[in-house]
């Protein structure tokens, strides 16, 4: 079932009037409460963790397939709950308007509900490369890969994605709990997620290539230099390509649950990292919204 041109500018333009369909449930929120169904069937099962995390990422990514496939007079619907444009935006917003008004706090809260760094001790600047990172990766994440992937396979690719990509925001941790059993998860999230943000680090460098003010070279030069520097394979590409065209630089000391962790960084410093530059973010995030639908509408 491949997508019609008018189901992806339709649910495109619905993402982008109406943002969030909150007057019913989402149905990523749906597959996170399926997947903690099967989380807890498979772990009581007999299998090896490793296999049972196989057999939960089948039945949950295979449920969001499912429900897709049998309901194709809702393609249109689909699009828009499953992109996440707006929402980012708006989302990012709530963190830049109090900055802008001088509400430090106020930012540390907002900025909090998107992140999963420890934000209470943050500066202005720590709560804006929060955010800035945040954009930067779910441009892909967010954006770019779920309508890839519904160029290539229709709504129910795209649903499968999406399916993917929650099972690794809940299962994909290295640690004792879940290195086993989130194995498959995060495996497979690298995987649907590897080319779409090598191809969102190249809408960047176009934009930055159209747009005044940014800079292309300083953008493909960072991504190349930079990328491969972060623990995922595939986060650094979007990041490094928007530090690089906006001038700032990404990366450095950030918090979990008190716990330090050092990312290395990503871009130079030629601006500082101030709230102002979220202007050119978004530029970036609509900007390579733009050149992907409008080449998968002409294709």
Request: with cysteine.
């Amino acid at each position: 079932m491949m997508v019609t041109r008018e189901q992806l500018a339709f649910g495109v333009l619905a993402d982008l009037s109406f943002g969030d369909p909150r007057w019913m449930p989402h149905p990523v929120v749906g597959v996170g409460k399926w997947a903690g169904l099967m989380e807890r069937v498979w772990r009581g099962s007999q299998l090896p963790p490793r296999a049972a995390g196989v057999a939960a990422w089948i039945c949950v990514v295979g449920m969001a397939v499912a429900v897709v496939a049998l309901t194709p007079w809702l393609s249109i619907y689909w699009v828009y709950a499953f992109l996440a444009v707006r929402s980012l935006d708006e989302h990012a917003l709530a963190v830049i308007g109090p900055l802008r008004r001088g509400d430090l706090a106020g930012a540390r809260l907002a900025v909090g509900m998107i992140v999963g760094r420890d934000t209470a001790d943050l500066d202005e600047a720590g709560v804006t490369r929060a955010v800035m990172e945040t954009v930067a990766e779910n441009l892909s994440d967010g954006v770019i890969a779920p309508l890839f992937w519904l160029v290539v396979a229709g709504p129910v690719g795209m649903a499968a994605y999406k399916a993917v990509n929650t099972l690794d925001s809940m299962w994909g941790y290295r640690n004792a709990k879940y290195g086993d059993f989130g194995w498959c998860a995060a495996r497979m999230d690298d995987f649907a997620n590897w080319f779409p943000a090598r191809l969102t680090a190249g809408l960047i460098w176009l934009v930055a290539l159209a747009w005044p003010g940014m800079s292309f070279l300083r953008s493909l030069k960072t991504t190349w230099r930079d990328a491969d520097r972060q623990p995922s394979p595939n986060s650094g590409w979007p990041e490094a390509a928007a530090a690089g065209a906006l001038g700032v630089r990404f990366g450095g000391v950030n918090r979990y649950r008190g716990v330090e962790t050092v990312k290395e960084f990503l871009g130079e410093a030629v601006r500082p990292l101030t709230w102002q530059v979220y202007g050119g973010m978004r530029v970036l995030l609509y900007g390579a919204l733009a050149i992907f639908v409008g080449v998968a509408l002409v294709w």
